[in-house]
């Protein structure tokens, strides 16, 4: 399994979390891929891509991501896997919480992808997301909110890591 995990970070939460994800897929083949300095193309090259999109303001892209939104178009990943987490503020934004997560899950999936990881959404307060789905019992990938639940981050990381990986082997 050659996993890729792809991130855009402008405060350094979201890279902070890709970092983690790292460290917890070990001893497993992953490479990280700031999607500022690196090509979006590189996603072509693994199994599972992992991918770390933090929302802002009014349930906007991180710039990096807006930067490479249209090149994504050019991808095919037809037979790739992928898990989203997303970074947020659920208090601060609670209209749009984790909107990039969601804009980004349906972005892959309609260039061939499957998804992985969706993430129950009891324990989060928010009034709406895109992300969100399944009568809103879930989100489409793991939440992170480091404004506002900073002390969860590493648990829930942890948990949605081997999640993850157990829904890939089960299908693999």
């Known amino acids: 399994m050659h996993i890729g995990i792809f991130f855009g970070s402008t405060t350094g939460n979201t890279e902070d979390v890709a970092e983690q994800v790292q460290e917890h897929l070990v ?10 300095t690196e090509p979006v193309s590189l996603m ?7 991918c770390g999109i933090p929302t802002w303001d009014y349930g906007e892209l991180q710039a990096d991501w807006e930067d490479i939104w249209e090149e994504l178009e050019t991808l095919d990943l037809t037979g790739k896997h992928f898990a989203i987490y997303g970074c947020g503020d659920q208090i601060g934004y609670p209209e749009w919480y984790q909107d990039a997560v969601g804009l980004l899950h349906d972005k892959l999936r309609n260039l061939g992808a499957s998804p992985l990881g969706y993430w129950p959404t009891a324990g989060y307060k928010f ?6 789905i399944k009568d809103n019992s879930h989100f489409v990938g793991l939440a992170v909110d480091e404004d506002n639940q900073h002390e969860l981050t590493s648990q829930r990381v942890a948990t949605w890591c081997q999640q993850v990986i157990d829904e890939y082997k089960a299908i693999d």
Do not use: F, G, M, V
Request: net charge negative; hydrophobic share 40%.
């Open 127 to 132: 009034e709406q997301s895109k992300a969100a």
């Open 44 to 50: 072509q090259d693994y199994d599972l891509l992992i």
């Open 27 to 36: 001893p497993l083949d992953s490479s990280l891929h700031n999607i500022a």
